[in-house]
Each structure stands twice: as C-alpha cells, then as structure tokens.
C-alpha cells in the first residue's frame, strides 16, 4: 500500500488521514483484508472517493448495515457517510481523501459547478463503470500521491490540480448522468457567472454591486452565495484574482512593475503596490526578486497568504 498525504509521513499500517486538504492511497493485493475507520476523529472531516478493480470486493459500513461493492467501480462517501471501509483480501484500489470545504482550492473555475454539486451531496454514490474508466482515475490518484510525496518539486501543485481535476469531472459527469441537471438560478450556475464575468472583467475594478447587476441580483444575495459557498466574499474573490494575476506577471519576467499596474487598471503605481503588499506581504519588486532567487535555487514560487484563486 502506498499512501500520500500532504504534510504527514505515512505509516506502513496506518489508515488515519493527515489534516492536508488531499490525501491518496494506493492499495495493492494483499492476503488479508485492511479496513479504514472512517468516523474517527482524523477521517471525519473527510470525503473518500474509492476506485475498485474489476475483480475486486469492499464493505461499507453505514447506519448499522453493510454495503457490499463489486469491481470496476467508484464510490464517493461525503464526510461522516459510512463508519468504516474495508477492501477484500486480493483486491487493488485507489482511495482519495478530500477534506470537506477546503479541497475546492485545488480546483479550477471550470470545475466550480462539479465540486458544489459533490460536496453537496448527501449520500453515498456506488457507480460501477467501466475497467477503463477505474484504470484512468486510478492513474490520476497515483500521480496525485506522487506528487504529494515529493511536495518540493517544482509543478507540484499544479500537477495535483490537474489530476484532482480530471479526477473530479469524471465522477461528477457519471454523478450528473444520474441526476438532474442544476436548474437555471441554482447556486452553481450562479457562481459559474460571476466566474465568467470577473475573468472577462477583473482588470476594470468593477465593484460587487456592478457583478451583482449584471448577475440580476442583489449584492447581498451574492454575497451570501459567496459566503456560503466558497467561504470567501466577493469582494475577497475579486481582489484575489487581481493579485493573482499581478504575481503571474511579476513572475513571468522583467515588465516594469508601472506597466503591469497600468495593464491591471491601476492608474497609479503606488497604490498598486500598497494593494499587492497588502495582499502578499511584499512591494511587487520584491516579490520578483524574492521568485527569481527561489527559481536559481530550484525551489517552488512562494505561496500566497490567502485561498489562492484556482
């Protein structure tokens, strides 16, 4: 069994779970059977999303009763779901750990409508699909324990990202296949708006009234969507994607720091600086420095000091 979980060191027998956001184990055959208590302390906070082989046999255990599960298939236990996991003697399976309302960072803007209507979900999904599919997803959840092994190369975040993507949208499709679509108004179509908006807008410094109007909303209906959500204001949302912007540009090479104010909409330099040290801790000149010295030495860039938009 290889197990990866960011920020702790595995245990060769051990199935409690890291407080990281992600976290993904590899179970290979085995002679005897292993089983995952799911309602301890360490692993309620999480969701599980298991992917069995064709062959292959588990249990949940729920409510007072067990659920059989049969390989190829995939099964998404939302937190405090099930009591416990085993998988059967013999069988092979991926097992990825999401900590509930905080794993949505790793996402991208795309993924906004699948990561609400999973972390929403109530019950527990058993889907038998097809052996490529398992063999797909499985393929994904190592790279993702690969990467969370080894958290200081460089991409490593990134990789993740891409995974858990790919991993995501693949179970929310057979998920949405099965249910209905969101209706038009719903929290997830909504928030795929303003997303689209604040891509297609961040730079003219619209306020969260003028994202509401075009939205044909309330501000406060956005702000409590938002709120509610993704834990953080729109106001948050949009000066982040500003930030994040600035520090792809600060990055990207040598572009006076008054040009990339100007091209951001800033029309003054000095407060484009006050807005990204207030964001970043640093003047944008010196988290250039700071980015450039890291990349010479082979580290990874330095990380924000807020939820980094996805």
Not at 259 to 272: C, E, M, N, S, V
Request: aromatic share 8%; with cysteine.
């Amino acid at each position: 069994m290889r197990r990866g979980v960011a920020g702790a060191n595995p245990a060769p027998a051990a199935t409690a779970i890291g407080a990281a956001p992600v976290g993904a184990e590899l179970i290979g055959s085995h002679y005897a059977g292993r089983r995952w208590m799911l309602t301890s302390k360490a692993a309620r906070p999480f969701i599980h999303l298991l992917c069995l082989h064709g062959g292959g046999a588990a249990e949940l255990g729920h409510a007072g009763k067990t659920m059989a599960l049969v390989g190829p298939a995939i099964v998404w236990l939302p937190a405090g779901s099930a009591e416990y996991l085993e998988v059967s003697a013999g069988a092979t399976a991926e097992l990825l750990q999401l900590r509930a309302g905080v794993w949505h960072r790793y996402l991208p803007p795309s993924a906004e409508a699948a990561y609400l209507a999973l972390e929403g979900a109530g019950g527990i999904m058993a889907l038998p699909v097809e052996p490529d599919l398992v063999t797909t997803m499985a393929r994904s959840i190592a790279a993702i324990a690969a990467e969370i092994s080894s958290p200081a190369r460089s991409g490593a975040a990134s990789i993740m990202s891409a995974e858990l993507t790919l991993c995501v949208l693949r179970f929310w499709r057979l998920f949405a296949g099965d249910s209905d679509r969101d209706e038009e108004g719903s929290s997830a179509e909504i928030l795929s708006r303003f997303r689209r908006l604040l891509e297609e807008r961040y730079q003219q410094h619209l306020r969260v009234g003028d994202y509401a109007k075009l939205l044909g909303m309330t501000p406060d209906r956005l702000h409590a969507l938002c709120s509610r959500e993704l834990k953080r204001s729109p106001s948050e949302l949009i000066q982040q994607r500003v930030v994040k912007e600035a520090a792809t540009r600060l990055e990207a090479g040598a572009v006076a720091v008054k040009q990339i104010a100007f091209a951001l909409g800033f029309k003054d330099t000095a407060y484009f600086s006050r807005f990204f040290r207030k964001h970043t801790g640093e003047a944008p000149g010196v988290w250039r420095r700071r980015v450039a010295a890291r990349a010479r030495a082979g580290q990874s860039r330095p990380a924000l000091n807020f939820a980094d938009w996805p």
